[in-house]
């Protein structure tokens, strides 16, 4: 019913910028949320930065004031901004989206495949 696909990791070096977009579609009603989670090796996974009903955003705090969440509410997209980057960002990160599709009133999660970033020293 729904796809969440993501792009735009890759490779940085360390003070670099690498900008993660988010695409949601299929049969969508609805988007309440969206956001991102990263698992580094070795860690648990974390999330990273969400933002829901379009406007208000959340971060984990060793990203603040370094990378930005914002939502194409209109394109069911949402990108992840991300400055002044450290080796310690290194990780998969995982894109969510909290839907109601055409077939249902209730929201569920749905996750995108994960996409690679390593920052270099």
């Known amino acids: 019913q729904v796809q969440v696909v993501e792009s735009g990791g890759g490779l940085a070096q360390a003070g670099g910028s690498l900008r993660l977009s988010c695409a949601a579609s299929?049969?969508?009603?609805?988007?309440?949320?969206m956001g991102w989670y990263r698992q580094a090796p070795g860690k648990q996974r974390e999330l990273v930065a969400d933002?829901?009903?379009?406007?208000?955003?959340n971060y984990v705090e060793s990203v603040k004031g370094r990378f930005t969440i914002a939502r194409d509410n209109s394109d069911n997209t949402v990108y992840l901004q991300m400055n002044s980057l450290k080796p310690e960002d290194t990780a998969v990160y995982y894109c969510?989206?909290?839907?109601?599709?055409?077939?249902?009133?209730?929201?569920?999660?749905?996750w995108g495949q994960g996409t690679q970033v390593t920052v270099s020293s």
């Open positions: 969510y989206a909290v839907i109601v599709t055409t077939l249902s009133s209730a929201a569920f999660k749905y």
């Open positions: 299929g049969r969508i009603s609805s988007v309440e949320a």
């Open positions: 933002i829901i009903g379009g406007a208000i955003t």
